[in-house]
């Protein structure tokens, strides 16, 4: 039995300047940090001569050629698992289409597994690697490498997106009283909308291949708010850092009628009235968690409770994609 944990994630700045539509003309740059919940993926043989997959659904396929989901598929033949008794189950903490990144974890976290049946060793850089393959240019979707990029490395890392496709990847210089303080003060908050990424994206990476100068000059505007906002949790100035979330979140609107609703902007003004500094949707947008930074807890919980918001604790993640069993 081999069992891999992959983490998911919070974006903290510069989100959406990862797609290969606006780095490969502007080169982009991002901070993400991975978050103490998990999509995990079980992998073992079996005494059949058919697959058994379990996710949402049920599988029983007798060629990797028949699988269905294409993530799966893909993965097996990325990595030579040809063989048809294995048995894959998926599972999570969270839900997937809520903002999380569950893609790339659920992504990584297969490869890991698998990589791991096949006794290989990859290193981080080799599985976000490999997941980007898989979702990017295998199966063409719309997406960026940030979810790939810090389910495999974890921590809270900045990854510059060069114009040649390289990533490169280091961790923030934040010290240990300002990393415990900003863990005690981002809160999480469900909005009960669940959505495909993709489907929203779609609509950033037609205008960025499109040269559209308003999305461009948006994400160029977004990508230095990542380095202010790096630039803030370095220096120890939090709460510069939840005024900086709520200056993105106004910019990350303007992309796409689809980013916002009218019960979401409801509850991010609750929650600017009820002691938040600032704080945004995470993801793509339009669904997923409300994240805000505040340094008045209870009076935000109390706030969001009555409004019908469940919240999500959560601590950083700094292992990233790894082997439980």
Aim: charged residues 25%; neutral net charge.
């Amino acid at each position: 039995m081999i069992v891999a944990a992959s983490p998911l994630r919070i974006s903290l700045g510069g989100g959406g300047t990862d797609l290969p539509s606006y780095y490969e003309h502007h080169q982009g740059f991002l901070v993400a940090g991975a978050i103490d919940k998990y999509v995990y993926v079980t992998l073992h043989q079996t005494f059949v001569d058919y697959l058994i997959i379990k996710y949402s659904k049920l599988e029983h396929p007798k060629s990797v050629e028949e699988v269905e989901h294409p993530i799966i598929r893909e993965a097996l033949k990325l990595t030579e698992s040809l063989e048809p008794n294995i048995e894959i189950t998926s599972m999570a903490d969270i839900p997937a289409g809520t903002g999380l990144g569950s893609s790339g974890s659920f992504t990584t976290a297969l490869l890991k597994a698998l990589y791991a049946y096949k006794k290989s060793v990859v290193t981080p850089r080799q599985l976000a690697e490999a997941a980007c393959k898989i979702e990017i240019d295998m199966l063409k979707e719309p997406i960026g490498k940030q979810d790939q990029y810090i389910a495999a490395y974890g921590g809270i890392t900045c990854f510059q997106f060069e114009k040649d496709g390289y990533v490169k990847s280091w961790p923030a210089k934040i010290k240990s009283e300002t990393l415990f303080n900003l863990e005690d003060n981002l809160v999480l908050f469900f909005t009960g909308y669940s959505r495909s990424a993709s489907s929203i994206l779609k609509e950033q990476d037609k205008k960025s291949k499109g040269d559209d100068k308003d999305m461009i000059e948006n994400l160029h505007y977004v990508k230095d708010l990542g380095y202010r906002i790096l630039n803030a949790l370095e220096s120890g100035e939090l709460h510069k850092f939840g005024e900086l979330m709520h200056e993105h979140w106004l910019h990350k609107k303007k992309r796409s009628g689809s980013m916002s609703n009218s019960n979401i902007d409801k509850w991010y003004d609750i929650g600017l009235a009820n002691g938040a500094i600032g704080g945004k949707l995470i993801g793509a947008g339009g669904g997923g968690f409300l994240m805000f930074y505040t340094e008045e807890k209870m009076k935000l919980r109390h706030a969001m409770r009555e409004a019908g918001l469940a919240e999500v604790r959560f601590r950083f993640d700094f292992e990233g994609t790894r082997l439980v069993i």
